[in-house]
Structure formats: structure tokens, C-alpha cells
């Protein structure tokens, strides 16, 4: 059984820093693209960050240069270092992982995460 678990979201104030940790299980995920995906009440899921199997990163526009995404030496675990969050950031962040590994835009999501609350008070 598949499965991608997240954690370390939380309440943090403006300014701060979170890092969200993605586990993966249940078949390998070396070609696989993963990412995080972000939705805030009311909007829809966007894309926040991607990773491709190669190491090539991409990400939105609105947290380019706050936020990094990088994958664990196991391969199975992705993480979102999060810095100087906005109350704009507020959002339930899922983990994704999608089988065109080379594409870091995540078009085509195969397994999602259950998602983890970050709240950013001002």
C-alpha cells in the first residue's frame, strides 16, 4: 500500500521558518517527480514546489527565493524548507509524487498525501 506521510506543519508568526518532511512508502520512488502542493480555504491546490528524479527543481513565483525543496538520501523522503512566511502562506500543504519524473511541474499526481495545516499569524 502506497503511502506518503507529512509532517511538521504547524503555527508559526511571520518571519518564521517550518520544514515540512514528506515519508514515502509502500514501492520505490527514485523516477518519480514529487513536490508539494498548497491550499488555502476558499482557493484552489497550486503548486508550491517540485522536484523531478534528476534533481531539477521548480517552483511558484509567489515563494521563489523563501523556499527550497530538496529530497532525503533515501530517495523516499522530500522536504520543503519554508523561510519568512507570509500570513499569505497559510494553507494545508499535501505531498505529491507523479510518475513523469522528469517534469517538475507535477501535472499528473498519482499519489497525494493527507496534508498538514501551516498557519502563518502576522
Known amino acids: 500500500q502506497v503511502q506518503l506521510v507529512e509532517s511538521g506543519g504547524g503555527l508559526v508568526q511571520a518571519g518564521g521558518s517550518l520544514r515540512l518532511s514528506c515519508a514515502a512508502s509502500?514501492?520505490?520512488?527514485?523516477?518519480?517527480?514529487m513536490g508539494w502542493y498548497r491550499q488555502a480555504p476558499g482557493k484552489q491546490r497550486e503548486l508550491v514546489a517540485g522536484?523531478?528524479?534528476?534533481?531539477?527543481?521548480n517552483y511558484a513565483d509567489s515563494v521563489k527565493g523563501r523556499f527550497t525543496i530538496s529530497k532525503g538520501n533515501a530517495k523516499n523522503t522530500v522536504y520543503l524548507q519554508m523561510n519568512s512566511l507570509k500570513p499569505e502562506d497559510t494553507a494545508v500543504y499535501y505531498c505529491a509524487a507523479d510518475r513523469t519524473g522528469w517534469n517538475p511541474s507535477l501535472r499528473t499526481v498519482e499519489y497525494w498525501g493527507q496534508g498538514t495545516q501551516v498557519t502563518v499569524s502576522s
Open positions: 509502500g514501492r520505490t520512488f527514485g523516477d518519480y517527480a
Open positions: 522536484i523531478t528524479s534528476g534533481g531539477r527543481r
